[in-house]
């Protein structure tokens, strides 16, 4: 059995659609952060996060700051894996108290 798959506490459902989000950059000034807009293929999704194919060289700590979903949630990249000419990101949602969520 996967290692991933015994970590995970919520169920996934598999879902393939257009993800889009903007890779977010604390900014010195408080409001004042910097966005990267990227688009990605969801995979799969829960009540904890989701799992998305990308083109864009994601590392884990990064915050996401996700746009067409129903969603629209913060979250951190925790694992990126190359997958042929693009990436698989495993990212957590931010809980409502963490800052960016």
């Known amino acids: 059995m996967n290692s991933?798959?015994?970590k995970r506490?919520?169920?996934r459902q598999q879902q393939t659609r257009k993800v889009?989000?903007?890779i977010v950059t604390p900014g010195v000034i408080p409001g004042a952060d910097a966005a990267q807009n990227e688009?990605?293929?969801l995979i799969d999704v829960s009540a904890s996060g989701i799992g998305f194919y990308t083109d864009a060289p994601l590392e884990p700590g990064n915050l996401l700051k996700f746009k067409n979903t129903a969603f629209?949630?913060?979250g951190v990249v925790m694992w990126t894996v190359r997958a042929e000419n693009r990436?698989?990101?495993g990212v957590r949602?931010?809980?409502a108290d963490q800052p960016g969520a």
């Open 4 to 6: 991933k798959m015994n």
């Open 9 to 11: 506490r919520t169920m």
């Open 20 to 22: 889009e989000f903007s």
């Open 39 to 41: 688009a990605g293929t």
């Open 72 to 74: 629209g949630r913060t």
């Open 87 to 89: 990436y698989r990101v």
């Open 93 to 95: 949602f931010a809980s």
